[in-house]
Protein backbone atom coordinates (compact mmCIF):
# COMPACT_ATOMS: atom_id res chain seq x y z
CA UNK A 1 0.00 0.00 0.00
CA UNK A 2 1.39 3.57 -0.68
CA UNK A 3 1.97 5.22 2.85
CA UNK A 4 3.49 8.21 2.45
CA UNK A 5 5.79 10.38 5.37
CA UNK A 6 5.05 14.28 4.59
CA UNK A 7 7.20 16.57 5.96
CA UNK A 8 7.70 14.75 9.30
CA UNK A 9 4.23 13.71 9.60
CA UNK A 10 3.68 9.89 9.51
CA UNK A 11 0.49 8.01 9.39
CA UNK A 12 -0.08 5.52 12.65
CA UNK A 13 -1.93 2.72 11.48
CA UNK A 14 -3.02 0.24 14.05
CA UNK A 15 -1.81 -3.34 13.76
CA UNK A 16 -5.12 -4.96 13.40
CA UNK A 17 -6.17 -2.24 10.61
CA UNK A 18 -6.52 -3.32 7.47
CA UNK A 19 -5.54 -1.35 4.41
CA UNK A 20 -5.70 -2.00 1.02
CA UNK A 21 -2.93 -1.92 -0.80
CA UNK A 22 -4.78 0.06 -3.47
CA UNK A 23 -5.41 3.13 -0.79
CA UNK A 24 -3.01 5.96 -0.42
CA UNK A 25 -2.48 7.14 3.23
CA UNK A 26 -0.42 10.86 3.07
CA UNK A 27 1.04 12.03 6.03
CA UNK A 28 -0.66 12.76 9.87
CA UNK A 29 -3.49 9.99 9.28
CA UNK A 30 -3.87 7.74 12.52
CA UNK A 31 -6.26 4.84 11.91
CA UNK A 32 -7.49 2.97 14.94
CA UNK A 33 -7.61 -0.76 15.61
CA UNK A 34 -10.13 -3.08 13.45
CA UNK A 35 -10.55 0.16 11.02
CA UNK A 36 -11.25 -0.90 7.58
CA UNK A 37 -9.41 1.20 4.20
CA UNK A 38 -10.17 0.16 0.82
CA UNK A 39 -9.04 0.05 -2.27
CA UNK A 40 -9.23 3.63 -3.83
CA UNK A 41 -9.28 5.58 -0.82
CA UNK A 42 -7.00 8.65 -0.47
CA UNK A 43 -6.36 9.96 3.04
CA UNK A 44 -4.49 13.11 2.77
CA UNK A 45 -3.20 14.39 6.14
CA UNK A 46 -0.14 16.28 4.39
CA UNK A 47 -0.79 19.49 6.45
CA UNK A 48 -4.56 18.44 8.51
CA UNK A 49 -4.59 15.65 10.58
CA UNK A 50 -6.90 12.48 10.03
CA UNK A 51 -8.29 10.37 12.76
CA UNK A 52 -10.15 7.26 12.12
CA UNK A 53 -11.92 5.51 15.46
CA UNK A 54 -11.71 1.54 16.03
CA UNK A 55 -14.17 -0.36 14.10
CA UNK A 56 -14.73 2.83 11.11
CA UNK A 57 -15.06 1.29 7.44
CA UNK A 58 -13.31 3.65 4.67
CA UNK A 59 -14.59 2.05 1.50
CA UNK A 60 -13.54 2.01 -1.44
CA UNK A 61 -13.04 5.51 -3.68
CA UNK A 62 -13.80 7.97 -0.22
CA UNK A 63 -11.27 10.88 0.16
CA UNK A 64 -10.67 12.54 3.18
CA UNK A 65 -8.75 15.68 3.74
CA UNK A 66 -8.46 18.16 6.23
CA UNK A 67 -7.47 22.00 6.18
CA UNK A 68 -4.12 23.06 7.36
CA UNK A 69 -3.62 22.61 11.03
CA UNK A 70 -6.88 21.03 11.60
CA UNK A 71 -8.59 18.10 11.90
CA UNK A 72 -11.07 15.28 10.55
CA UNK A 73 -12.25 13.23 12.76
CA UNK A 74 -14.45 9.86 12.48
CA UNK A 75 -15.49 8.34 15.86
CA UNK A 76 -15.99 3.94 16.67
CA UNK A 77 -17.55 2.49 14.07
CA UNK A 78 -18.36 4.69 11.69
CA UNK A 79 -19.12 3.65 7.99
CA UNK A 80 -18.59 6.03 5.33
CA UNK A 81 -19.90 4.06 2.05
CA UNK A 82 -18.46 4.02 -1.58
CA UNK A 83 -17.17 7.96 -3.37
CA UNK A 84 -17.85 9.33 0.00
CA UNK A 85 -15.99 13.17 0.60
CA UNK A 86 -15.35 14.63 3.98
CA UNK A 87 -13.43 17.24 4.63
CA UNK A 88 -12.52 19.10 7.72
CA UNK A 89 -15.10 17.55 9.13
CA UNK A 90 -16.34 15.37 12.65
CA UNK A 91 -18.45 12.54 12.59
CA UNK A 92 -19.99 10.75 15.62
CA UNK A 93 -19.45 7.53 16.58
CA UNK A 94 -21.33 4.31 14.54
CA UNK A 95 -22.75 7.16 11.93
CA UNK A 96 -23.27 5.94 8.41
CA UNK A 97 -22.26 7.99 5.96
CA UNK A 98 -24.23 6.88 2.33
CA UNK A 99 -22.42 6.69 -1.16
CA UNK A 100 -21.48 9.82 -2.72
CA UNK A 101 -22.33 11.88 -0.15
CA UNK A 102 -20.03 15.42 1.03
CA UNK A 103 -19.56 16.25 4.33
CA UNK A 104 -18.17 19.44 4.36
CA UNK A 105 -15.63 21.86 6.28
CA UNK A 106 -16.76 22.23 9.64
CA UNK A 107 -20.11 20.26 9.40
CA UNK A 108 -20.49 18.03 12.61
CA UNK A 109 -22.62 14.43 12.06
CA UNK A 110 -23.79 13.53 15.20
CA UNK A 111 -23.69 9.75 16.86
CA UNK A 112 -25.94 7.50 15.25
CA UNK A 113 -26.90 10.13 12.35
CA UNK A 114 -27.75 8.59 9.00
CA UNK A 115 -26.58 10.73 5.68
CA UNK A 116 -28.22 9.50 2.45
CA UNK A 117 -26.36 8.95 -0.84
CA UNK A 118 -25.61 11.79 -2.47
CA UNK A 119 -26.34 14.44 0.27
CA UNK A 120 -24.72 17.03 0.35
CA UNK A 121 -23.88 18.64 4.59
CA UNK A 122 -22.65 21.76 3.73
CA UNK A 123 -19.92 24.21 5.31
CA UNK A 124 -20.65 24.23 9.06
CA UNK A 125 -24.22 22.18 8.75
CA UNK A 126 -24.45 20.19 12.10
CA UNK A 127 -26.69 17.08 12.07
CA UNK A 128 -27.94 15.97 15.43
CA UNK A 129 -27.35 12.86 16.98
CA UNK A 130 -29.94 9.83 15.84
CA UNK A 131 -30.84 11.78 12.89
CA UNK A 132 -31.38 10.75 9.28
CA UNK A 133 -30.40 13.44 6.60
CA UNK A 134 -30.89 13.12 2.94
CA UNK A 135 -30.26 15.50 -0.65
CA UNK A 136 -28.69 18.78 -1.61
CA UNK A 137 -28.29 20.31 0.89
CA UNK A 138 -28.97 17.69 3.73
CA UNK A 139 -32.03 18.00 5.32
CA UNK A 140 -33.65 16.27 8.14
CA UNK A 141 -36.05 13.65 7.17
CA UNK A 142 -36.64 11.49 10.50
CA UNK A 143 -34.76 9.63 13.15
CA UNK A 144 -32.90 6.51 13.32
CA UNK A 145 -34.91 3.51 14.79
CA UNK A 146 -33.74 0.30 16.34
CA UNK A 147 -33.91 -1.31 12.83
CA UNK A 148 -31.33 0.68 11.31
CA UNK A 149 -29.54 0.64 14.39
CA UNK A 150 -30.04 -3.41 13.97
CA UNK A 151 -29.41 -3.20 10.22
CA UNK A 152 -25.98 -1.50 10.38
CA UNK A 153 -24.74 -2.95 13.47
CA UNK A 154 -24.83 -5.74 11.30
CA UNK A 155 -23.19 -3.71 8.39
CA UNK A 156 -20.39 -2.36 10.73
CA UNK A 157 -19.73 -6.32 11.96
CA UNK A 158 -19.29 -7.36 8.43
CA UNK A 159 -16.41 -4.58 7.76
CA UNK A 160 -14.51 -5.46 11.05
CA UNK A 161 -14.54 -9.30 9.66
CA UNK A 162 -13.05 -8.31 6.91
CA UNK A 163 -9.82 -6.58 8.29
CA UNK A 164 -9.43 -10.08 10.08
CA UNK A 165 -9.98 -11.87 6.96
CA UNK A 166 -8.33 -9.84 4.16
CA UNK A 167 -4.99 -10.45 5.19
CA UNK A 168 -5.34 -14.01 5.27
CA UNK A 169 -7.67 -14.57 2.34
CA UNK A 170 -6.41 -11.68 -0.28
CA UNK A 171 -4.28 -13.13 -3.00
CA UNK A 172 -2.95 -11.45 -6.07
CA UNK A 173 -3.41 -13.64 -8.89
CA UNK A 174 -2.32 -11.03 -12.01
Known amino acids: MPVYRFEGREPEIAAGAWVFPGAVIIGKVIIGENAYVGAGAILRGDYGTIIIGDGTAIEEGVIVHARPGDKTVFGKRVTVGHGAMIHNATVG ?3 VLGMRCTVSDYAKVGEWCII ?3 ALVKNGQEIPA ?4 VGVPARIKGDVE ?7 GLAKELY ?15
Open 116 to 118: GEG
Open 130 to 133: GKVA
Open 146 to 152: DKHRQLW
Open 160 to 174: IDLTKRYPKGLEQIG
Open 93 to 95: DSA
